[in-house]
């Protein structure tokens, strides 16, 4: 894609400070990062939802995220635990139209976490709800 920065990053078009690069995947510092070590994971091959991409693909973006984990823990940077984060789709807050799974080292006190909404530990669905929601799931389901 032309206009897409990850894919400038990916033909060299762009600078970036690579940890890791096979043919599938290249994965780079994040240039805004939410701690020292923040790591972007992304494919090569511009998709822009993980929905779209390659079962293969997909499962070797999380066997690198594992390396680069344990990477991370040996390394100096501050870090007593790793996020990892995966926006799928503007609703998410997915930003760059590209798929990229975030790699985000976490402290105590550092000042980044989720927000859950109003009611979240309160309004509690009924087991039976779960029920109908897991079956139309199973139900799209594809092996």
């Given amino acids: 894609m032309t206009d897409c920065a990850f894919c400038k990053i990916v033909s060299g078009e762009f600078e970036s400070s690579k940890i890791y690069e096979d043919e ?5 510092m994040d240039i805004q990062p939410v701690n020292k070590g923040h790591i972007l994971i992304i494919p090569k091959k511009h998709v822009e939802l993980i929905a779209d991409l390659d079962d293969e693909t997909s499962a070797k973006m999380f066997v690198i995220a594992g390396k680069i984990n344990k990477a991370l823990r040996k390394s100096e940077l501050r870090l007593e635990g790793l996020n990892y984060f995966l926006a799928d789709g503007e ?3 997915q930003e760059v139209f590209h798929t990229h799974l975030h790699l985000i080292p976490r402290f ?3 000042g980044f976490g989720l927000k859950f909404p109003e009611g979240y530990r ?3 669905p009924k087991r039976k709800e779960l029920e109908q929601i897991a079956e ?3 139900s799209n389901l594809e092996n």
């Fill in 24 to 28: 599938f995947l290249f994965a780079f």
């Fill in 91 to 93: 609703s998410a807050g």
């Fill in 108 to 110: 105590k006190g550092d």
């Fill in 122 to 124: 309160v309004n509690l």
């Fill in 136 to 138: 139309n799931i199973k």
